[in-house]
């Protein structure tokens, strides 16, 4: 009989490995169990090393524009694939190693594994049967392993896995999900993205950037199916003005290989088929949480369509066991997975945190342009029965935006006329990503248009189009 | 790492109590769970009891400390392990803004400084005491909009700062959370004239003057004690915010009193031969009056500003006369409770308001309410409605009378109602509506038992 805990974390992604440290703060014994990797997906397979990729593709970008901003760029400029995903490697493997450092910092015990919950406070490990994917980090030093572990709490953060279309399944080599598109041996020349989310279009645009003839193909009428309307149309024009090639209304209903590749055969919202040969396809039709194995069923832990069900503090129905993450549903995303942890490790405490709101997580695509939200998009907020202003505020009218070369983008804002709460923002264009958090605090500190307007914002930034876009509510915008 | 025990928000409008009494003392063991204090509230002691574990390193706020605001620092609970002694040192010199005893005759506050529309930014809250009250710019917004007083509303933001939830929180529970009129928001003891007269209301004599009236040494000075600040500031805000009126009439009362005794006749009983119930003519006539609102819907109201709220069903209101005060429960939907229910909650409801024990929820909200002062004898009075009812039926002695019957003197048992009406909500006609309901359900009662 091992070590007693007071809280265990299954699986150590962003999810669980911030509320490892969180939960060791508030000086819980903690433990976290990891089968793979520190840092989960999104430090090993996702959000970090694709950002890596993308600036290697911005960069590519801007050499191949060097007379746009006055320079003169001789001789051949090229790709060097290996290199290109080395160097993404290399930022997921230092990251990695950052997170087995902060663990230890906190003294959070880290078992190596795959963990079953026994019954209520006991958690059984044993050596992982996964095929791990390569390439992967060296295990951490100075871990536990197998063995029977007690504790207190458990919080399930196993995380999600690529949804799997049937007859579509990925096969590692002609159709790739997010981790073979991660690091391969070679870029295709064509290729076939299914899906628009943004896995989907972060791999169209790296790819199309990268020399690649690509297609996305969307089931629903709109790419982006979660941003506004507006913005996702935006979008689509700079994605179609660069060449990607977009089908939305169409789904791939069948996949055959072929000597060069293989040929996708598509159908319209009609139903008029066509089909479509490219070298790859990546399979990015969203993702679906990983609850089997774990033990949950037998401890008649409620689940519903992929998902465990909980409030929010992460409690699921039976006591003692919590999820956060991605296993608790959506939004995917690393940072609600991250803040989720951490008010459940509080309410454990006792301190009283408030449930997550999800109405103020911001996402982030990382495409060319970026797009960035926060709330309500426009048709949500009619259809909540607002009655809105909105604003908006095109990159062409800002000064920092021109002197970049980016005159491409809209910044959007979503007041309620009645009270001038701020409910939704939506944003195109350069570096959105970087601004998006200044109306995520915005809304988290409940301002209202009043106080936006008498902020002064930094001049020359693009943070100043949040400004015009919020006097843009008002009837008060300045350089439009 | 050491713990700091808040003063609780005991009720969603609570923002500041007396601290009555220590439990435990600085170095006893706490468990969570143990009741470490008491609270005096509005009108009931409730007990504070400990989410943590650990040892009461420190007493902050001391037994008696009056006003004392919620999320104030009252106590330091150190965790297994931690050093009492430093914190108990250490403890001594923080919590410098918490309010000592001498801070309890604080000077008057400051009226709170409500933004006038076109103002360019809202203007800071002033808080009792001259605190800045720490709330969101949307919160505020819709303070000002709904007619709300921050100062009277609880936030339970970070470091208890009021947010948009507060304030909507506020508005649904109703126009007890209403900006209260200015001498609410000072301590009754000192009241404020300066904050009267910008409300525009009349304002009374100050303290100094009223004692010059008497010589020194002809009367000793009993402090208020929560609940006698609260009667005060509760029944000037209803005298000066609601236009009263008062209807009146006779009901005989032969009838209830013998189907009174053929009820309690046929109640069950226990072993001892203690009956199951024992309905008195007050049960009945919370009954009738609930039962009278509901057949006179239109009566059955709230006044608020922005609308009338039509109540589903009679929340009916009962004052009972405690030492140094009085508290009045509410039997909820009292129209569709029986007289034995109705009898045995009011019972339970009496014992519980005379240890002031009752909880807010028991006390606060009804749609209307009895005051009962026949047992003294007392013929015919007008009560003061306690908002946020619209009625209130003051009830006299049951006596014998003689009366014309037929054209024929005769005797007869009678009793005197007078509804106390909110002319606001209810008119005359709709008044004499449901009084006349009342009298009919009296004198004919055994509508109140189908």
């Given at each position: 009989m091992a070590a007693a805990?007071?809280?265990?974390?299954?699986?150590?992604?962003?999810?669980?490995?911030?509320?490892?440290?969180?939960?060791?703060?508030?000086?819980?014994?903690?433990?976290?169990?990891?089968?793979?990797?520190?840092?989960?997906?999104?430090?090993?397979?996702?959000?970090?090393?694709?950002?890596?990729?993308?600036?290697?593709?911005?960069?590519?970008?801007?050499?191949?524009?060097?007379?746009?901003?006055?320079?003169?760029?001789?001789?051949?400029?090229?790709?060097?694939?290996?290199?290109?995903?080395?160097?993404?490697?290399?930022?997921?493997?230092?990251?990695?190693?950052?997170?087995?450092?902060?663990?230890?910092?906190?003294?959070?015990?880290?078992?190596?594994?795959?963990?079953?919950?026994?019954?209520?406070?006991?958690?059984?490990?044993?050596?992982?049967?996964?095929?791990?994917?390569?390439?992967?980090?060296?295990?951490?030093?100075?871990?536990?392993?197998?063995?029977?572990?007690?504790?207190?709490?458990?919080?399930?953060?196993?995380?999600?896995?690529?949804?799997?279309?049937?007859?579509?399944?990925?096969?590692?080599?002609?159709?790739?999900?997010?981790?073979?598109?991660?690091?391969?041996?070679?870029?295709?020349?064509?290729?076939?993205?299914?899906?628009?989310?943004?896995?989907?279009?972060?791999?169209?645009?790296?790819?199309?950037?990268?020399?690649?003839?690509?297609?996305?193909?969307?089931?629903?009428?709109?790419?982006?199916?979660?941003?506004?309307?507006?913005?996702?149309?935006?979008?689509?024009?700079?994605?179609?003005?660069?060449?990607?090639?977009?089908?939305?209304?169409?789904?791939?209903?069948?996949?055959?290989?072929?000597?060069?590749?293989?040929?996708?055969?598509?159908?319209?919202?009609?139903?008029?088929?066509?089909?479509?040969?490219?070298?790859?396809?990546?399979?990015?039709?969203?993702?679906?949480?990983?609850?089997?194995?774990?033990?949950?069923?037998?401890?008649?832990?409620?689940?519903?369509?992929?998902?465990?069900?909980?409030?929010?503090?992460?409690?699921?129905?039976?006591?003692?066991?919590?999820?956060?993450?991605?296993?608790?549903?959506?939004?995917?995303?690393?940072?609600?997975?991250?803040?989720?942890?951490?008010?459940?490790?509080?309410?454990?405490?006792?301190?009283?945190?408030?449930?997550?709101?999800?109405?103020?997580?911001?996402?982030?695509?990382?495409?060319?342009?970026?797009?960035?939200?926060?709330?309500?998009?426009?048709?949500?907020?009619?259809?909540?029965?607002?009655?809105?202003?909105?604003?908006?505020?095109?990159?062409?009218?800002?000064?920092?935006?021109?002197?970049?070369?980016?005159?491409?983008?809209?910044?959007?804002?979503?007041?309620?006329?009645?009270?001038?709460?701020?409910?939704?923002a939506h944003m195109i264009g350069a570096e959105v990503t970087e601004l998006i958090q200044g109306f995520v605090i915005a809304m988290n500190l409940e301002t209202t248009e009043e106080e936006l307007i008498h902020t002064v914002f930094p001049h020359p930034t693009l943070s100043e189009m949040m400004h015009e876009s919020v006097l843009d509510a008002y009837g008060r915008v300045i350089h439009m | 790492?050491?713990?700091?025990?808040?003063?609780?928000?005991?009720?969603?409008?609570?923002?500041?109590?007396?601290?009555?009494?220590?439990?435990?003392?600085?170095?006893?063991?706490?468990?969570?769970?143990?009741?470490?204090?008491?609270?005096?509230?509005?009108?009931?002691?409730?007990?504070?009891?400990?989410?943590?574990?650990?040892?009461?390193?420190?007493?902050?706020?001391?037994?008696?400390?009056?006003?004392v605001a919620v999320n104030t620092p009252i106590a330091i609970i150190a965790e297994d392990g931690e050093d009492v002694s430093a914190i108990a040192s250490a403890g001594t010199a923080a919590p410098a803004a918490a309010p000592t005893p001498a801070a309890a005759t604080a000077p008057a506050s400051a009226p709170a400084a409500i933004p006038v529309a076109s103002a360019p930014a809202p203007a800071p809250v002033v808080a009792t005491g001259g605190a800045r009250v720490f709330s969101s710019p949307l919160a505020r917004r819709l303070a000002k909009e709904g007619g709300l007083d921050l100062t009277a509303i609880k936030g339970t933001g970070p470091h208890g700062r009021i947010i948009e939830r507060d304030v909507k929180a506020a508005i649904a529970a109703g126009p007890q959370a209403k900006a209260a009129p200015a001498p609410a928001a000072a301590p009754a003891a000192a009241p404020a004239p300066v904050s009267a007269a910008a409300a525009g209301l009349a304002v009374g004599m100050s303290d100094e003057t009223i004692k010059k009236f008497f010589p020194a040494g002809s009367y000793e000075e009993v402090p208020h004690d929560s609940m006698r600040k609260t009667i005060a500031r509760r029944l000037v805000e209803a005298k000066q915010t609601i236009p009263h009126f008062y209807l009146t009439v006779d009901c005989e009362l032969d009838a209830l009193l013998a189907l009174r005794e053929q009820v309690n006749a046929t109640a069950p009983k226990d072993k001892d031969g203690k009956p199951a119930f024992k309905v008195s003519v007050n049960d009945f006539i919370i009954k009738g009056l609930a039962l009278a609102l509901i057949q006179v819907p239109d009566a059955n109201v709230t006044w608020t500003e922005g609308a009338m709220l039509r109540h589903k069903h009679a929340d009916v209101g009962v004052a009972v006369s405690i030492p140094g005060g009085l508290i009045t429960p509410i039997i909820r939907s009292a129209d569709t409770k029986s007289l034995s229910a109705i009898s045995n909650e009011m019972k339970d409801y009496a014992a519980r308001a005379k240890g002031r024990k009752l909880k807010p929820e028991e006390y606060q909200g009804g749609t209307s309410a009895v005051s009962n002062l026949g047992m003294f004898g007392i013929k015919n009075f007008q009560a003061v409605i306690n908002p946020p009812h619209a009625t209130i039926l003051a009830i006299g002695a049951g006596e014998q009378r003689v009366i014309v019957k037929n054209g024929a003197p005769a005797v007869a048992t009678l009793m005197t109602v007078t509804l106390s009406t909110d002319h606001r909500a209810v008119d005359g006609v709709l008044g004499a509506q449901l009084i006349g309901a009342f009298k009919s359900l009296i004198e004919n009662p055994m509508a109140m038992l189908v």
């Open positions: 805990y007071d809280v265990l974390i299954i699986g150590g992604g962003p999810g669980g490995y911030v509320t490892a440290i969180r939960s060791a703060q508030l000086g819980f014994k903690t433990a976290v169990v990891e089968r793979e990797h520190l840092g989960g997906i999104c430090l090993n397979w996702g959000c970090i090393p694709t950002k890596a990729l993308l600036r290697s593709a911005e960069i590519y970008h801007y050499l191949q524009h060097p007379k746009d901003y006055g320079l003169i760029v001789e001789g051949k400029i090229g790709v060097d694939p290996a290199a290109v995903v080395k160097r993404s490697r290399g930022v997921s493997a230092q990251l990695n190693g950052g997170v087995g450092f902060l663990l230890k910092k906190n003294k959070v015990d880290v078992i190596w594994g795959e963990a079953t919950i026994t019954k209520v406070g006991e958690v059984s490990v044993t050596a992982t049967k996964k095929s791990i994917m390569q390439p992967q980090n060296p295990v951490p030093k100075g871990i536990l392993g197998e063995g029977t572990y007690q504790a207190k709490h458990i919080v399930v953060a196993t995380g999600a896995r690529p949804r799997i279309l049937p007859g579509i399944e990925p096969d590692g080599k002609n159709i790739w999900t997010y981790f073979e598109a991660m690091v391969p041996e070679s870029f295709p020349k064509s290729l076939i993205v299914m899906g628009s989310g943004a896995i989907g279009i972060e791999f169209a645009s790296f790819y199309h950037t990268m020399g690649a003839e690509v297609t996305v193909v969307e089931v629903l009428p709109q790419i982006m199916p979660v941003e506004d309307p507006e913005i996702a149309g935006l979008a689509r024009k700079q994605f179609e003005k660069q060449g990607i090639k977009i089908r939305t209304g169409t789904k791939v209903t069948k996949v055959e290989k072929t000597a060069s590749g293989l040929t996708a055969t598509l159908e319209d919202s009609k139903g008029a088929t066509s089909t479509l040969s490219a070298e790859k396809l990546i399979s990015a039709v969203g993702v679906t949480g990983n609850i089997e194995n774990i033990g949950l069923e037998k401890l008649g832990v409620k689940t519903e369509r992929g998902i465990v069900v909980v409030d929010g503090f992460g409690r699921t129905n039976v006591a003692g066991i919590y999820a956060i993450g991605d296993v608790a549903g959506p939004p995917m995303l690393a940072h609600k997975a991250e803040h989720e942890g951490v008010i459940c490790v509080e309410a454990i405490k006792g301190l009283h945190p408030h449930p997550m709101d999800k109405s103020m997580i911001p996402g982030c695509t990382y495409c060319q342009p970026q797009v960035a939200s926060v709330g309500l998009t426009e048709e949500k907020a009619k259809a909540a029965g607002y009655e809105i202003k909105v604003g908006r505020f095109p990159f062409v009218g800002n000064g920092k935006a021109i002197a970049l070369g980016e005159p491409d983008g809209l910044i959007k804002t979503i007041f309620d006329a009645k009270t001038g709460k701020l409910i939704g | 790492m050491s713990i700091n025990v808040l003063m609780p928000a005991l009720s969603p409008t609570m923002e500041q109590g007396k601290l009555a009494k220590w439990l435990k003392k600085e170095g006893d063991k706490i468990k969570s769970g143990d009741v470490i204090a008491e609270i005096e509230t509005d009108k009931a002691t409730m007990e504070v009891e400990a989410v943590d574990e650990g040892v009461l390193a420190k007493i902050i706020i001391p037994d008696g400390t009056e006003q």
